[in-house]
């Protein structure tokens, strides 16, 4: 199929097969290589393999029909995630650049998909790592006992719990008042929090020690965060099924509620996970197979970080829900015994006489005779379902839920240091895919002088972004990381991976893709991969790109806030951005995307203007006359 | 014979006037309330009229270790009111005048005074032996000196700052040293090329400078 767009000087800017077989054997120029293939296969899985399989996964599994959801997942994970990571792959490794060298071989007019995939990766990680912040302060916290957050502090004059923490609960209090001393809008900055920054600090300082030279030092520093996550898991999962409960949990994680596959919501859900849980479009795995040997397996390796991808996710569903569902009968049986208590007290019965297994049909009885006296106690409804679906996702499961199950165990210490190194090793791994992506393409674009040694380059990258990054070390930060989750993370990546696919099939053209992969792996790529990478996966993205843009655009955007003083306290707040807010949407997720058009502008105009005066430059020399002209656009 | 009636009188009223002094919500009383099940489980004893007047012995300690002046009995700890919860009220007499009540307040910085010998008599706790209306104080929390967090932040940043300084110090060196060996294989490597000696054999003439071949990948 000849569907191909003209690309002239094509062979030019790419090393020829014949040239990486020389580079090959000569082992020629300084670019660095792997030491070993797990390494390398380590620092993948470790990219992929982040905090949203933890903790993003097992909330949509569970609110989109349990087992069902599973079904749109692996769906799109063979038809979209496996063939952009396979596609990433193959051109890192076939042409030997990061992102911007990459995209800039295929066609000068592309480097705006290379310099956009800087621009998420950079702003991606700042927020990222700032999380990365809350989690070392949680760890440095879990060094005592009882845990800081599974009491209420007492309020100066000894005589009650604070107010604010009674009226919601410690591990509420611990994270919005002790830990982020949050403010009630966006707009109400309120300082920076000495604790967080120097939690910050300790984070980037040690993303920094960890990056210092590139995959030589990443590479080194994978073998520990990308195999704790699955040891910290498997212990979870020990302690976990011992617990009363987890059994409940699992089951409701996993029933399975085939009616969620007609709403399109869950697809589209499916397929957003799927996409952003392969950390694809950030340049990080781009970089990194470009560190391979020429005749690496990319195709093989694909399949095998997919499939690791895909199991973390289920695995790690499974843990959380055996805690979750230990929390929710944990809950549930405090509710019951103080429903009973109530009872007793109010008239006066013999302990014993109502247990869990009576207390309906006693409840029933009592109401007949004693209406009011039941009506004046108040009491609670207890179902063990809605203990259940209180799912939370994100920051508010890893931060409010798991740490007061944790509280609720035996040697809650133990386990609060263990889940929080793992939520720090699988925050890191990815950070390093986040850097290599910023680091590769600044060098690409020569933005520092040659001779500056990748150190410096490193840590200029980690200064900057530690100084933005003071933003989210505010009262309000967490709104502002909110903010940056949604927007900077979310569409101009679907851009990038809409404008890769288009470029590797239809610019640098599809037929001269199969040849190279013939040359690299030995044989063709099937029919599979040809209908994908032509029709589906972009299709897909597409899809998905138009959906969340209609949404986002359609809706109000609005945050939720911790505000003690208003009506429904404990339950957080509705609010509305600021006006303001809308610059900063646009520069966090306009500005990467109109990067991709707009570089492209720019170089058609510059080359447009020198073109003028190209004509009739001639140079005089002793021998003949030389017209020159430009061949470098 | 006058006497003999008053006597009488007295032994029939003084039960009822203690019952009219302890009843449910006496102004100077106190409700308690003992969940034994909740607090021992298996091992929880029976509650009888010898824990009751264990009770009243008990209540009888705290008045005079309060007032330390005046000798309490366990005549003066009047209690009413028992269900099978185990709840009942108490009220206490003063030692010399049986028929005037303690007031609450007096009470109740008794009980206080002595809460932890009362609980620890009944292998119970503040919330399993209540004094509804006297509140436990609240534990005092435990300050230490410097925060626990800080010291394990201490010693993370101290290993880090040690491992940025020493790979920064030894990626100096393995400059330095490749510079050194570089300079002397530079030097090798241009005399060959001036010398004419491509791939091993001598050519006849001078190189060109002017093609050699310095950057072979287009820049941007």
Not at chain 1, 93 to 109: F, H, M
Not at chain 1, 184 to 208: H, N, P
Not at chain 1, 368 to 390: A, H, M, N, R, V
């Amino acid at each position: 199929m000849k569907n191909k767009l003209p690309n002239p000087g094509l062979d030019d800017r790419i090393p020829s097969h014949q040239e990486l077989e020389r580079m090959e054997k000569e082992e020629a120029g300084d670019r660095p290589k792997w030491d070993n293939k797990t390494q390398y296969m380590l620092t993948c899985v470790g990219f992929c393999v982040g905090l949203g399989n933890v903790w993003r996964f097992p909330y949509l599994c569970q609110s989109h029909g349990g087992g069902a959801f599973m079904i749109p997942f692996l769906i799109l994970l063979v038809l979209e995630g496996i063939p952009l990571l396979h596609l990433e792959f193959a051109i890192g490794q076939r042409l030997r650049s990061g992102s911007v060298g990459v995209w800039t071989a295929i066609n000068p007019y592309l480097t705006g998909v290379g310099i956009a995939s800087l621009l998420v990766s950079f702003l991606v990680g700042m927020y990222y790592n700032t999380i990365i912040a809350w989690v070392m302060w949680y760890f440095f916290n879990s060094f005592q006992n009882p845990l800081p957050w599974s009491q209420c502090p007492v309020n100066a004059n000894l005589t009650d719990l604070v107010s604010e923490c009674a009226r919601s609960s410690p591990v509420d209090y611990f994270w919005y008042r002790d830990t982020l001393n949050t403010s009630t809008s966006i707009g109400d900055s309120g300082g920076l929090q000495w604790w967080m920054v120097l939690c910050l600090l300790c984070a980037w300082l040690l993303l920094y020690v960890c990056c210092l030279r590139g995959i030589e030092t990443t590479g080194k520093a994978v073998y520990v965060t990308s195999t704790l996550p699955y040891v910290v898991l498997t212990i979870f999962l020990i302690r976990g099924l011992t617990l009363k409960g987890s059994l409940d949990g699992i089951k409701f994680l996993f029933t399975p509620d085939l009616n969620e596959l007609m709403n399109p919501s869950t697809w589209l859900d499916a397929g957003a996970q799927v996409f952003y849980s392969f950390s694809l479009a950030f340049g990080g795995l781009i970089s990194f197979s470009s560190y391979n040997s020429v005749h690496n397996n990319c195709e093989q390796d694909a399949v095998i970080i997919s499939i690791i991808n895909g199991f973390t996710s289920v695995y790690a569903a499974t843990v959380i829900y055996s805690i979750i569902g230990f929390r929710a009968t944990e809950r549930f049986d405090d509710c019951l015994e103080g429903n009973i208590l109530a009872l007793l007290n109010a008239f006066s019965l013999a302990e014993g006489n109502i247990t869990e297994g009576n207390y309906a049909e006693s409840l029933q009885n009592l109401n007949g005779t004693f209406p009011e006296t039941i009506q004046s106690l108040d009491l609670k409804t207890c179902d063990l379902q809605t203990f259940l679906s209180q799912g939370v996702e994100g920051t508010g499961l890893a931060f409010i839920v798991f740490t007061e199950a944790i509280t609720k165990m035996p040697v809650s210490p133990l386990w609060s240091i263990l889940f929080f190194i793992m939520l720090f090793c699988l925050g890191l791994s990815t950070m390093f895919g986040s850097i290599e992506g910023t680091v590769v393409p600044l060098q690409d674009l020569n933005i520092f002088p040659k001779r500056w040694p990748k150190e410096a380059i490193t840590g200029i990258v980690c200064l900057v972004s530690f100084i933005i990054a003071l933003i989210f070390a505010q009262s309000s930060g967490n709104y502002w990381l909110a903010l940056f989750d949604s927007f900077a993370g979310s569409i101009p990546l679907l851009v990038i991976a809409f404008c890769e696919m288009i470029a590797v099939v239809y610019i640098y053209g599809i037929d001269r893709f199969n040849k190279d992969i013939e040359f690299m792996i030995g044989h063709k790529p099937n029919l599979f991969w040809q209908v994908t990478w032509r029709f589906v996966s972009p299709l897909i993205v597409l899809v998905i790109f138009v959906f969340y843009f209609v949404t986002k655009v359609s809706s109000n955007v609005t945050y939720i806030a911790w505000n003690p003083s208003s009506e429904d306290f404990p339950t957080l707040e509705v609010l509305e951005y600021p006006a303001w807010i809308y610059v900063i949407i646009f520069i966090l997720a306009g500005v990467p995307s109109l990067v991709v058009p707009g570089t492209a502008m720019f170089k058609l105009i510059r080359r447009c203007c020198s073109n003028k005066n190209v004509y009739g430059a001639e140079v005089d020399t002793v021998s003949a006359k030389v017209q020159m002209f430009t061949t470098k656009t | 014979m006058l006497v003999w009636i008053l006597f009488l009188l007295c032994q029939v009223g003084a039960p009822a006037l203690a019952q009219d002094l302890c009843q449910r919500d006496a102004p100077n009383g106190y409700k308690v309330r003992i969940s034994l099940k909740t607090a021992l489980g298996e091992d929880a004893y029976e509650w009888n009229q010898s824990e009751m007047f264990f009770f009243q012995a008990t209540m009888a300690f705290a008045m005079r270790r309060h007032f330390q002046m005046e000798t309490y009995n366990v005549d003066n700890i009047i209690l009413c009111v028992q269900t099978s919860r185990v709840s009942f009220w108490f009220v206490v007499t003063s030692p010399d005048n049986t028929t005037m009540l303690i007031p609450k307040a007096d009470v109740e910085k008794a009980v206080r005074m002595s809460r932890h010998r009362i609980n620890n008599a009944f292998l119970l706790s503040d919330r399993t032996l209540e004094f509804l209306g006297i509140y436990p104080t609240l534990a005092a929390p435990v300050n230490p000196d410097t925060p626990p967090w800080l010291i394990v932040f201490g010693v993370v940043i101290g290993a880090v700052c040690a491992g940025i300084i020493a790979l920064l110090v030894s990626s100096l060196l393995q400059k330095r040293r490749k510079e050194k060996g570089m300079t002397e294989d530079g030097q090798d490597e241009e005399d060959m090329q001036v010398k004419g000696v491509e791939n091993g054999i001598n050519l006849d003439g001078t190189y060109n400078r002017g093609f050699t071949d310095d950057d072979r990948f287009t820049k941007l």
